[in-house]
């Protein structure tokens, strides 16, 4: 299995953390979650960051079952929708961010 992570590293402006929140809920998750080929989707909020790292506030995860299904997702009309809500949701949030993917091979083991 693979899983495409996306880390927004940045800063939240003060204040706006919960509503940061409540717009990735509302308006950019759905449209992760409508991804063609993904299996399973996680978005991820910051409870506690590492003192010394850079800050993370989000950070989502989708796993694929290969390649070929992720490539089926990275055309998908949702992530081109999702997408073009970035500059917007940077803007309104973040003094500073950048996007970050990675893809990792999966070893899920379920106790």
Do not use: K, N
Request: hydrophobic share 45%.
């Amino acid at each position: 299995m693979l899983t495409r992570c996306a880390a927004f590293v940045g800063t939240v402006r003060p204040g706006l953390e919960d509503d940061m929140r409540a717009y990735v809920e509302a308006e950019l998750a759905p449209l992760w979650r409508q991804f063609s080929g993904a299996s399973e989707v996680r978005v991820m909020f910051s409870v506690e960051p590492d003192p010394t790292g850079p800050p993370v506030p989000v950070v989502l995860a989708i796993d694929y079952a290969d390649r070929a299904a992720m490539e089926q997702a990275l055309a998908s009309p949702a992530r081109y929708d999702s997408r073009d809500l970035l500059p917007g949701f940077y803007e309104r949030f973040f003094d500073d961010v950048t996007l970050f993917h990675y893809l990792m091979e999966t070893d899920r083991h379920v106790p």
